[in-house]
């Protein structure tokens, strides 16, 4: 591959050396690694600069925050939030890519590389990473970063969501379609549980939609940027009444276009039209237009006889 824009804009602004090598000597780096870019794995890598700048704009990422980056590849979004002055926890699972970052941002700033898969089950976070996590937050918190292979984003915006990691902002790059999905509201088509989740305990927002052209390999499909706010107060806060919210929600929106009542009776449990009155829910709505608030609603209808502190 000729050097292309992407790599002469790698220079710092206002000159004096750059923030990482040329794309072409990383890849040569990563063919002398024995790595090749996996589709299984969704090991797109983001090269425009630009976008690294407004990844780290969007976190508000400044001088001495920790940041936790989930899949830092070979280090070309770590050297920008490093250079914004983070403390970056850096999370990889490929050992030549991690090997290859530590090599190219050596010097560069406070950075933890930690060569773990962020999830231990499609269910459940790594442990070692929460550890880390926990030990690296500092008192404003934890700020999330990734650009994320689609084969994960979805459960792991689930758990983050479900975590009770003291985050205070998450930016994601990730496919169009589970932006949509992880975005959506009642009534919309994507309505689900990943959005349900999320609304829980976060507000989230669309920033931007990013075309293939940017990564190497080159995707098939639209990406999106996207960032998550914590709420002033959650509908619910993390620890096991979330997680019951949750597998309980899942459940509903497995039925999402029936009404709430027949959805009910699909799933069993006590009398349908008792639990709806004790909730206080129209039984004739579908599943897919309840809001967060009904969904809670019938949830401690049952599980806590109606009555909730939040």
């Known amino acids: 591959m000729k050097q292309g824009k992407e790599d002469k804009q790698t220079r710092k602004r206002g000159g004096g050396g750059s923030l990482r090598p040329a794309f072409a000597e990383i890849r040569a780096r990563m063919e002398a690694a024995g790595f090749r870019p996996s589709r299984r794995l969704g090991q797109n890598f983001l090269l425009d600069p630009s976008l690294h700048e407004a990844i780290v704009e969007a976190a508000g990422v400044e001088k001495g925050d920790r940041v936790l980056e989930i899949g830092s590849g070979a280090g070309f979004l ?10 970056v926890l850096a999370v990889e699972v490929d050992s030549r890519l991690a090997g290859i970052s530590r090599e190219v941002l050596s010097g560069r700033g406070e950075l933890t590389l930690l060569v773990e898969d962020v999830l231990e089950r499609k269910n459940q976070l790594n442990p070692k990473v929460v550890e880390a996590a926990w030990k690296h937050a500092g008192e404003k918190g934890l700020k999330v970063v990734a650009n994320l292979p689609y084969s994960v984003s979805g459960p792991v915006l689930a758990l983050l969501g479900l975590s009770s990691l003291p985050i ?13 999905k992880a975005l959506a509201r009642p009534g919309d088509s994507h309505w689900g549980h990943l959005g349900f989740l999320l609304g829980l305990r976060f507000r989230g927002k669309l920033l931007r939609t990013v075309p293939p052209q940017v990564f190497r390999p080159r995707p098939k499909v639209l990406s999106a940027l996207v960032r998550f706010s914590p709420r002033a107060r959650p509908l619910v806060p993390p620890g096991p009444e979330m997680e019951a919210l949750a597998s309980f929600a899942r459940g509903l929106f497995t039925c999402r276009r029936k009404t709430l009542r027949a959805a009910l009776r699909t799933l ?17 709505v579908r599943v ?19 009555e909730t502190a939040f």
């Open 78 to 87: 770590t050297a920008h939030l490093l250079q914004a002055g983070a403390s």
């Open 288 to 306: 897919d237009a309840l809001d967060p608030k009904e969904i809670k609603k019938l949830f401690f209808s049952l599980f806590l006889g109606g």
């Open 268 to 284: 069993g449990g006590p009398d349908p039209d008792l639990w709806i009155a004790r909730a206080g829910v129209s039984g004739d």
């Open 168 to 180: 205070s902002t998450m930016v994601f790059l990730v496919q169009k379609e589970l932006a949509e």
